[in-house]
C-alpha cells in the first residue's frame, strides 16, 4: 500500500540549512514533491523529482532521493524566517496514475 | 493566468444545512481534484475528474458529499446534509493532462457549528 511519514516538526536558526525528510513505501513511486503551505493558504508546489533521478537542486532547495532506501529529503540553503511552513511530502505511484498521497506534513519553525 | 480559484474562502454553517463549495481550474487543466485537510487525517483525496468525468471517487466519505463537473472551467463540491465532522479546509487542484505539476487553491474553510 501507499504511506508517506514524514517528521511533524523541525526548528532551525536563521542562515543554517534546513533538512526536511520523508520515507514512503511504495517502490512504483514515479514523481515525489514537496509542497509548501503557509498559515491559511494553500499548498504552493517547491519542487518533484522523477524516480530515476538522484538529486535536483533549484537555487536554495536541494532534492535528494534515495530510491533503495524509498527516502525523500529536502534541503534549505540559508534558512529565513519566511521558510517557516508547513512542507508536505507527496507521491505518485503508478504509470498514468494523477493521484497524490501526501504526508502530515512537517512544520517548519525558523527561529531569528 | 490567475490559478485555481474557490469559493467561498470561509463558511459557517449550521448542522443540518447543505453547503456548495465552488471551484475554477486553470485554463486549459483537464485535469481537477477535490481534497479534504484536518489536523487528524491530514490531507485526503475526495474525487477527481478528467475532462468533466468523475474517475476515482473512493475517497468521497459517504453519500452526503457529492461533487459535479458541469463544464471544464467549473466543478461544486457539495454536502448535504452538514455534520460538524465534515468541518475541514477543502482544496481544489488541478493539473494539465501532459504535466507532471498539480496546482492547489487556496482553500475553503468550512466550520459546521
Known amino acids: 500500500g501507499e504511506d508517506v511519514e514524514q517528521s511533524l516538526f523541525l526548528s532551525v536558526r536563521e542562515g543554517d540549512s534546513s533538512v526536511i525528510n520523508c520515507t514512503y513505501t511504495?517502490?512504483?513511486?514515479?514523481?515525489l514533491y514537496w509542497y509548501k503551505q503557509e498559515p491559511g493558504a494553500g499548498l504552493q508546489l517547491l519542487t518533484y523529482?522523477?524516480?530515476?533521478?538522484d538529486m535536483k537542486q533549484d537555487q536554495r532547495l536541494t532534492v535528494l532521493l534515495n530510491k533503495k532506501d524509498k527516502h525523500l529529503s529536502l534541503r534549505i540553503a540559508d534558512t529565513q524566517t519566511g521558510d517557516s511552513a508547513i512542507y508536505f511530502c507527496?507521491?505518485?505511484?503508478?504509470?498514468?496514475?494523477?493521484?497524490?498521497?501526501f504526508g502530515k506534513g512537517t512544520k517548519l519553525s525558523v527561529i531569528p | 493566468d490567475a490559478g485555481v480559484i474557490q469559493s467561498p474562502r470561509h463558511e459557517v454553517t449550521e448542522m443540518g444545512q447543505e453547503v456548495t463549495l465552488r471551484c475554477k481550474p486553470i485554463s486549459g487543466h483537464d485535469y481537477l481534484f477535490w481534497y479534504r485537510q484536518t489536523m487528524m487525517r491530514g490531507l485526503e483525496l475526495l474525487i477527481y475528474f478528467n475532462n468533466n468525468v468523475p474517475i476515482d471517487d473512493s475517497g468521497m466519505p459517504e453519500d452526503r458529499f457529492s461533487a459535479k463537473m458541469p463544464n471544464a472551467s467549473f466543478s461544486t463540491l457539495k454536502i448535504q446534509p452538514s455534520e460538524p465532522r465534515d468541518s475541514a479546509v477543502y482544496f481544489c487542484?488541478?493539473?494539465?493532462?501532459?504535466?507532471?505539476?498539480?496546482?492547489f487553491g487556496p482553500g475553503t474553510r468550512l466550520t459546521v457549528l
Open positions: 523529482i522523477f524516480s530515476n533521478m
Open positions: 511504495d517502490s512504483s513511486s514515479t514523481y
Open positions: 507527496a507521491e505518485i505511484t503508478g504509470a498514468g496514475s494523477y493521484q497524490l498521497t
Open positions: 487542484a488541478s493539473r494539465a493532462g501532459g504535466g507532471n505539476e498539480q496546482f
